[in-house]
């Protein structure tokens, strides 16, 4: 359903050019879960910003094919992709400070959102936002509704902005890193309940990571990408068994010793 071919996206100065994305290509099948994991630096973020078409100079698509429900996205005109990005295709982001205004209440941002996109009254949307809050279990959401963004915790946060981001009701949900800034137990959390809205949606979901503990729990496929290019591509179980990259095995053998480290 979202097919990225050939992607290549660099970011352009003075004295240089940064190849971010190298001749990238995955598929995303309807209903699943696809991770994207490799190092910092590795080109995660501008994959997925170059899916939502968020690039900004000093960085251009310089080639390749984001073919979304048979067209590409990177032939649109700007006002065509208003109507993909954050309505069709949505995201999340590390920072929940990031995709929420500070100085608006939840439960108008998210109805807000929802007027926008699906074009109901008021009293509608209100309540469309409350049952989003309760959809990602947000207790009391109706009262919470209420609360700013920084009456949150963290993780609570992180629920809102999946909230907000499904409002409109995304065919595809791009999650780059959402859990990075939590601590272990609320990130497993947040992770049981993306799987939840995951399957009761019928999402695509990329998720976005450099942890290949989440990959594991989470994913189904996975693509490791290193220097901006896919290392190695495939069904998680196959290459936590049988890593055929020096660079996956390296992300692996990171993970025992962290494991190892926790459990003696
Ligand atoms: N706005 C920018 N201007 C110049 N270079 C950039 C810009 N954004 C990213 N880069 C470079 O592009 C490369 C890929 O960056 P990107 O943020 O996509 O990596 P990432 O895998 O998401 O890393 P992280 O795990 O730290 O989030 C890096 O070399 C980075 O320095
Ligand atoms: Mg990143």
Redesign the pocket.
């Known amino acids: 359903m979202l097919e990225v071919k050939n992607l290549s ?1 660099s ?3 003075d004295d240089q050019v ?1 190849k ?2 190298d001749a990238v290509s995955f598929k995303v099948e309807t209903g699943s879960i696809l991770g994207i994991v ?12 170059a899916i939502m078409r968020l690039i ?1 100079p ?2 251009k698509i310089t080639g390749g094919e984001i073919i979304f429900d048979g067209q590409d996205l990177l032939e649109l005109a700007e006002k065509e992709m208003i109507g993909v990005r954050g309505a069709r295709i949505s995201m999340i982001f ?1 920072d929940p400070f990031t995709s929420l205004n500070p100085v608006i209440t939840l439960g108008e941002q998210i109805a807000e959102a929802i007027r926008l996109h699906q074009g109901l009254n008021n009293q509608d949307a209100w309540a469309a936002a409350v049952r989003m809050l309760e959809a990602v279990h947000i207790k009391q959401a109706a009262k919470r509704a209420r609360d700013y963004p920084h009456q949150f915790s963290g993780g609570m946060r992180q629920r809102a902005m999946i909230a907000m981001a499904l409002s409109c009701r995304p065919e595809i949900l791009i999650a ?2 959402p859990t990075t800034a939590l601590d272990a137990t609320i990130q497993a959390e947040i992770i049981r309940l993306l799987k939840e809205v995951q399957a009761e949606f019928n999402l695509s979901v990329i998720y ?3 942890n290949f503990g989440i990959i594991k729990a989470f994913c189904r496929d996975v693509i490791v ?1 290193e220097k ?1 290019r896919v290392a190695e591509a495939g069904p998680v179980d196959q290459l936590l068994t049988r890593p055929q990259s020096p660079y996956t095995q390296r992300l692996l053998n990171a993970l025992k010793i962290l494991s190892e480290r926790n459990h003696g």
Do not use: L, N
Request: proline share 3%; net charge negative; aromatic share 6%.
């Open positions: 996206v970011y352009f100065s940064i971010a994305v490799g190092e910092s630096g590795s080109g995660k973020s501008t994959i997925a910003q900004a000093p960085g590390q780059d890193e976005i990571t450099h990408i901006g």
